[in-house]
C-alpha cells in the first residue's frame, strides 16, 4: 500500500511554470515507477509523463514533451513536475500514480492514485 498527495498546483497565466510535487508513504517509494495524468471537466484522464524506478527511463505525452519535466528523489519519497510555457489547454486536475510496468501509459497500468492537485491557467 503507499498512498500519495500531491501539492504545487494553482492559477497562473499562460507562459507561465508550475512545479508540482508528489510525496508518497507506505511501501518503498523507489519499487515504484511513477506517472503523472491529467483530467480536464469532460474529458477522460489522459497520461502526462512517466518516470521509471531510478529516474534513468523517462516518457512524455507529445502535448507536454520539451515543456514538462518528471524527475524524482527516491531519498525523498517525491516525484515532480515542472511545467513550463504553460496554456490555456494544460488546464485540469493533475493526479499522480504509482504501479509496477516500465514505461505505463494507461490509467490501468497503476495501482495507487493521489487526489488531484488543481492547475488554472489563464489565457
Known amino acids: 500500500q503507499v498512498q500519495l498527495v500531491e501539492s504545487g498546483g494553482g492559477l497562473v497565466q499562460a507562459g507561465d511554470s508550475l512545479r508540482l510535487s508528489c510525496a508518497a508513504s507506505?511501501?518503498?517509494?523507489?519499487?515504484?515507477?511513477m506517472g503523472w495524468f491529467r483530467q480536464a471537466p469532460g474529458k477522460e484522464r489522459e497520461f502526462i509523463a512517466t518516470?521509471?524506478?531510478?529516474?534513468?527511463?523517462?516518457y512524455y505525452a507529445d502535448s507536454v514533451k520539451g515543456r514538462f519535466t518528471i524527475s524524482r528523489d527516491n531519498a525523498k519519497n517525491t516525484v515532480y513536475l515542472q511545467m513550463n510555457s504553460l496554456k490555456y489547454e494544460d488546464t485540469a486536475v493533475y493526479y499522480c500514480?504509482?504501479?509496477?510496468?516500465?514505461?505505463?501509459?494507461?490509467?490501468?497500468?497503476?495501482?495507487?492514485w493521489g487526489q488531484g492537485t488543481q492547475v488554472t491557467v489563464s489565457s
Open positions: 507506505g511501501r518503498t517509494f523507489s519499487s515504484y515507477v
Open positions: 500514480a504509482a504501479g509496477d510496468a516500465a514505461a505505463a501509459v494507461r490509467v490501468g497500468d497503476y495501482t495507487y
Open positions: 518516470i521509471g524506478w531510478t529516474g534513468g527511463f523517462t
